[in-house]
């Protein structure tokens, strides 16, 4: 009886434990096999993450080697709603920790349908991990690069901006925006419950964006722009620009608008500021615009710089009726004294002489009308009319720099041909790429190197006593240029009696030159003449960039005896 | 002989899993260390800025720019 009993009870353990391991077995099976996809997802997803790694932009340099546009690390800080336990003290110690309002993150915290809003995008990181270190449920942090101006208004419109997505907006963080820019990678990871990465299932390499290194010298452009500033507060004008080229490469060294801004405050600033004036506007040239017209006199053999003309006060073209900025009596005059003394009736003469077909031919072989090619976005063409849509009173217009619009940057180059012994070099801000070959640098000659030679000394003689120029000239050394004075185009279709343009062009040393310095002051209050208002600027300018650049003098002895004032 | 190989097994499993979480802090340094070494670059730039010495010379130090008649050059025979 007692062991009929202990089998029953054997054989029920034997039930019980076989039943148990068919149910363990089923479960297992179900696991193992019948949910082992979905479920072999499920973990993949809590445990293997796929990570893009984004890819640094590329840092902008000058020709020195600093950095003018950089990325720094910033952290974004963002929230998941339905994680979130106590809305209301995330929202002030996040508002304290990032110096933000909390009365703005407190209502997007509260959103429960929401499970992602951003706290503060690419915040100050040290702030960041002070926030992060209170381990506040539903914060999270990312790190993202922030787009940097370490020189702040240094260039500003010529580097233009990154926006928040670090894509380039503007200027030449949008022209080089395929250089800068890097591919992101992809990282699959496997973490721990802890959060570290204990392995890297899959990996794509992010590649950075390629630096780039530019013709500009911040040190000279950062004089360029201070002169350009006590030049405006001085005439109280409305803008200015100034343009310096390197005649020998077309190598742009400093390229400036004022008022500028801070690149790092873009949002807030506004966009008649940030264009690059030089490069996407245009302005009637006036006189210095003259040197086309004489250049295809000479070339054409027309005249040479010694043939004279008795030229009378005034000159009738058409309706019209022109005379010189300054009134004269009936006088004989050279072509060079035309030239120095800026004519307006000689260089018509010589228009006239020339017809209108040949100058139309010379204005597009010196460039304007269409665009140079400098590497940068958004460049004007200018305003040339075609010869066969110019009226009776164009021949008595276009000569002296009137009916036509050009941008700084092309009338720079122009003479930048000049001093280049006639040929032209396309103006450029990008010296190289990292990694990347320089570019070829178009050029075409315009003139002779006889005919630029015979130029060179005419335009020496505008910045003398008896020339337009004089207070262009800078002691020491040789100095040729050409000053403009423009009546601004008015709203009825004639010209305003007020407000002018007033520009230089110049190129130091003459001897040899080194730089090629545009200056254009619009709408100066005061006085209005380029030789008054923007040569001066012209000559600060030229006086640094020539001792900056360990430029000897050409004539030490009159550098000493000169007394020239401190640079600054 | 299996206890030893399956101890080896384990031991090796755990060798690659330290090497990984130390790699990953590895990483993770780099980063800092670029990020570091951006904003120092970039602090370096507004350091050097020229308006930046020359407004620091004069204030600090009352430097003046130099004259242009006060720097000789020497033209050296080749």
């Given at each position: 009886?007692?062991?009929?009993?202990?089998?029953?009870?054997?054989?029920?353990?034997?039930?019980?434990?076989?039943?148990?391991?068919?149910?363990?077995?089923g479960?297992?099976?179900?696991?193992?096999?019948?949910?082992?996809?979905?479920?072999?997802?499920?973990?993949?997803?809590?445990?293997?993450?796929?990570?893009?790694?984004?890819?640094?932009?590329?840092?902008?340099?000058?020709r020195?080697?600093?950095?003018?546009?950089?990325?720094?690390?910033?952290?974004?800080?963002?929230?998941?709603?339905?994680?979130?336990?106590n809305?209301?003290?995330?929202?002030?110690?996040?508002g304290?920790?990032?110096?933000?309002?909390?009365?703005?993150?407190?209502?997007?915290?509260?959103?429960?349908?929401?499970?992602?809003v951003?706290?503060?995008?690419?915040?100050?990181?040290?702030?960041?991990?002070?926030?992060?270190?209170?381990?506040?449920?539903?914060?999270?942090?990312?790190?993202?690069?922030?787009?940097?101006?370490?020189?702040?208004?240094?260039?500003?419109?010529?580097?233009?901006y990154?926006g928040?997505?670090?894509?380039?907006?503007?200027?030449?963080?949008?022209?080089?925006?395929?250089?800068?820019?890097?591919?992101?990678?992809?990282?699959?990871?496997?973490?721990?419950?802890?959060?570290?990465?204990?392995?890297?299932?899959?990996?794509?390499?992010?590649?950075?964006?390629r630096?780039?290194?530019?013709?500009?010298?911040?040190?000279?452009?950062?004089?360029?722009?201070?002169?350009?500033?006590?030049?405006?507060?001085?005439?109280?004008?409305?803008?200015?620009?100034?343009?310096?080229?390197?005649?020998?490469?077309?190598?742009?060294?400093?390229?400036?608008?004022?008022?500028?801004?801070?690149?790092?405050?873009?949002?807030?600033?506004?966009?008649?500021?940030?264009?690059?004036?030089?490069?996407?506007?245009?302005?009637?040239?006036?006189?210095?615009?003259?040197?086309?017209?004489?250049?295809?006199?000479?070339?054409?053999?027309?005249?040479?710089?010694?043939?004279?003309?008795?030229?009378?006060?005034?000159?009738?073209?058409?309706?019209?009726?022109?005379?010189?900025?300054?009134?004269?009596?009936?006088?004989?005059?050279?072509?060079?004294?035309?030239?120095?003394?800026?004519?307006?009736?000689?260089?018509?003469?010589l228009?006239?002489l020339?017809?209108?077909?040949?100058?139309?031919?010379?204005?597009?072989?010196?460039?304007?009308?269409?665009?140079?090619?400098?590497?940068?976005?958004?460049e004007?063409?200018?305003?040339?009319?075609?010869?066969?849509?110019?009226?009776?009173?164009?021949?008595?217009?276009?000569?002296?720099?009137?009916?036509?619009?050009?941008?700084?940057?092309?009338?720079?180059?122009?003479?930048?041909?000049?001093?280049?012994?006639?040929?032209?070099?396309?103006?450029?801000?990008?010296?190289?790429?990292?990694?990347?070959?320089?570019?070829?640098?178009?050029?075409?000659?315009?003139?002779?190197?006889?005919?630029?030679?015979?130029?060179m000394?005419?335009?020496?003689?505008?910045?003398?006593?008896?020339?337009?120029?004089?207070?262009?000239?800078?002691?020491?050394?040789?100095?040729?240029?050409?000053?403009?004075?423009?009546?601004?185009?008015?709203?009825?279709?004639g010209?305003?009696?007020?407000?002018?343009?007033?520009?230089?062009?110049?190129?130091?040393?003459?001897?040899?030159?080194?730089?090629?310095?545009?200056?254009?002051?619009?709408?100066?209050?005061?006085?209005i003449?380029?030789?008054?208002?923007?040569?001066?600027?012209?000559?600060?300018?030229?006086?640094?960039?020539?001792?900056y650049?360990?430029?000897?003098?050409?004539?030490?002895?009159?550098?000493?005896?000169a007394?020239?004032?401190?640079?600054? | 002989?299996?206890?030893?190989?399956?101890?080896?097994?384990?031991f090796?499993?755990?060798?690659?899993?330290?090497?990984?979480?130390?790699?990953?802090?590895?990483?993770?340094?780099?980063?800092?260390?670029?990020?570091?070494?951006?904003?120092?670059?970039?602090?370096?730039?507004?350091?050097?800025?020229?308006?930046?010495?020359?407004?620091?010379?004069?204030?600090?130090?009352?430097?003046?720019?130099?004259?242009?008649?006060?720097?000789?050059?020497?033209?050296?025979?080749?």
């Amino acid at each position: 009886m007692a062991s009929r009993l202990a089998n029953r009870r054997i054989r029920l353990l034997l039930a019980v434990l076989a039943l148990a391991f068919a149910i363990t077995f089923g479960r297992a099976f179900w696991l193992q096999v019948v949910r082992a996809p979905r479920l072999e997802r499920l973990a993949a997803q809590q445990h293997h993450e796929t990570i893009t790694t984004p890819a640094g932009r590329g840092t902008i340099y000058d020709r020195m080697g600093a950095p003018l546009a950089i990325g720094e690390e910033a952290t974004t800080v963002y929230a998941d709603p339905k994680q979130v336990r106590n809305a209301q003290r995330v929202a002030v110690e996040a508002g304290s920790a990032l110096d933000i309002d909390p009365d703005k993150i407190y209502p997007q915290l509260l959103n429960k349908k929401q499970s992602f809003v951003y706290v503060q995008r690419k915040a100050d990181p040290q702030r960041a991990a002070a926030l992060e270190h209170r381990g506040l449920a539903g914060l999270d942090f990312y790190p993202e690069e922030r787009r940097s101006y370490p020189q702040h208004t240094v260039a500003s419109q010529v580097l233009g901006y990154a926006g928040i997505d670090n894509t380039g907006i503007a200027g030449l963080e949008l022209g080089l925006e395929r250089y800068l820019a890097g591919k992101p990678g992809k990282e699959t990871i496997v973490r721990d419950p802890f959060g570290r990465t204990i392995d890297v299932v899959s990996s794509t390499p992010e590649q950075p964006g390629r630096d780039v290194f530019l013709t500009l010298d911040h040190t000279l452009q950062a004089k360029v722009e201070s002169v350009l500033r006590e030049t405006l507060t001085k005439w109280h004008a409305a803008g200015g620009t100034a343009v310096v080229l390197d005649p020998r490469t077309g190598g742009v060294l400093a390229m400036a608008s004022a008022p500028g801004f801070d690149a790092n405050d873009f949002a807030h600033v506004p966009s008649s500021l940030e264009r690059n004036r030089a490069v996407t506007d245009t302005y009637e040239p006036g006189s210095t615009f003259k040197v086309v017209t004489y250049a295809a006199a000479l070339t054409d053999h027309v005249v040479t710089p010694n043939t004279t003309f008795t030229l009378a006060p005034s000159i009738h073209v058409a309706d019209r009726t022109i005379s010189d900025a300054e009134p004269r009596p009936t006088e004989t005059m050279s072509v060079a004294e035309m030239l120095a003394r800026s004519s307006n009736v000689g260089t018509i003469t010589l228009a006239e002489l020339l017809g209108k077909k040949r100058l139309g031919a010379w204005i597009s072989r010196f460039g304007f009308g269409k665009t140079t090619g400098i590497d940068f976005p958004g460049e004007s063409p200018g305003i040339a009319l075609p010869v066969d849509k110019w009226s009776g009173s164009t021949i008595g217009n276009v000569p002296i720099g009137q009916g036509i619009a050009v941008t700084a940057v092309q009338m720079a180059s122009a003479y930048a041909a000049l001093a280049n012994r006639g040929v032209w070099l396309q103006p450029h801000l990008v010296d190289h790429v990292r990694g990347r070959r320089p570019a070829r640098v178009e050029h075409r000659r315009i003139v002779s190197p006889a005919i630029a030679r015979v130029l060179m000394d005419m335009l020496q003689g505008v910045v003398s006593a008896e020339g337009t120029g004089g207070e262009a000239a800078v002691p020491g050394y040789l100095v040729a240029g050409k000053t403009g004075t423009a009546a601004k185009p008015d709203p009825h279709g004639g010209y305003s009696d007020t407000n002018y343009v007033a520009s230089f062009v110049g190129i130091v040393p003459a001897s040899a030159p080194r730089a090629v310095i545009l200056v254009s002051i619009d709408e100066p209050r005061g006085q209005i003449f380029g030789g008054l208002v923007a040569a001066p600027a012209f000559r600060d300018i030229a006086r640094f960039a020539l001792q900056y650049m360990d430029v000897p003098p050409d004539d030490p002895a009159s550098l000493k005896s000169a007394g020239a004032a401190p640079l600054g | 002989m299996i206890g030893a190989l399956l101890a080896g097994v384990v031991f090796m499993n755990v060798a690659v899993l330290r090497l990984n979480i130390r790699l990953d802090r590895l990483g993770r340094d780099r980063a800092g260390l670029r990020a570091d070494n951006a904003q120092l670059a970039s602090q370096l730039s507004s350091a050097q800025a020229a308006a930046r010495i020359q407004a620091l010379a004069r204030k600090e130090l009352g430097v003046q720019p130099a004259l242009a008649q006060e720097t000789t050059y020497i033209r050296l025979k080749p």
